[in-house]
Every structure is written in structure tokens, then in C-alpha cells.
């Protein structure tokens, strides 16, 4: 399952990416325009940072903004860093086959949505959903 930690690590980078390259917002600006706990956003601003999407700056004038093109970061990649694997069933993970492996039916079912979902956060870009926000407006 996708946390909620994820989906804010994906709203944060999309909420840098909505504005020019280059451009320094504060962690308590992204929480107060996407409706993220303040600690909950320096607390992801970290795990985002240790991926090297973005950097950060101290001081009075300072914040965060992104390092990497946001059409090179996709969602599979942001949720993977947050949340580790992503996986639709734990039958698809286990080191230990379960006793019913030879006669299952639905395991090439699991396999098969398991491809198209990570083929899906795949072709999603920060850069495509930063795009999205701004003709919502």
C-alpha cells in the first residue's frame, strides 16, 4: 500500500516544480499551499533531499528548491524512496513460497497488475503533475 507519506513527498515535489526553476520556498510556504503539517514537510524535505532532487539554503532568505529536472523524477521513483517497494500483494515479495504456489491462480494475475501499476507511476512525472496543477487554476 502507498502511504500518505508518499503521496506528500510527491505533492511537495510537485509543489516545487510548480514554480521556476530555480525558485526557493520555504518548508512552512509548501505546508501552508498544500495543507501538509509543517513537520511532516521538513521531515520529507530530508528523505527528498537524500535522493538529491533538491537542496536547501539557512538563514532568513533561505529554503528549498530543486536540483534535478522534474521531468526526470517520476512517481515510482519518489514512492520507492519513501515507502520502499511497492507492492500489490505480499505473495509477489515472499522469500518463502506460499504452500499453495504450484496451484494458484491468481499469482500471475498479481504479477501482471503489479507491471502495469509500476508501468503507470512510472510514465508519471513530477513535471507532468506540476503541469496539471497549474490548468487547474
Known sequence: MITKKAEYAIIILTELASHPPGTIITSKRIAEQRSIPV???VQLLA???EAGW???TRGPAGGIRLNKDPSQINMRQVIEKVDG??????CLFS??????KTRCSLRGIWAKAQQNMLSVLEEVSIKDLAEAVKTDY
Open 39 to 41: 513537520n511532516l514537510v
Open 85 to 90: 517497494p511497492i507492492g500489490i500483494t505480499r
Open 47 to 49: 528523505v527528498i533531499k
Open 54 to 56: 533538491t537542496s536547501g
Open 95 to 100: 522469500k518463502v513460497p506460499c504452500q499453495d
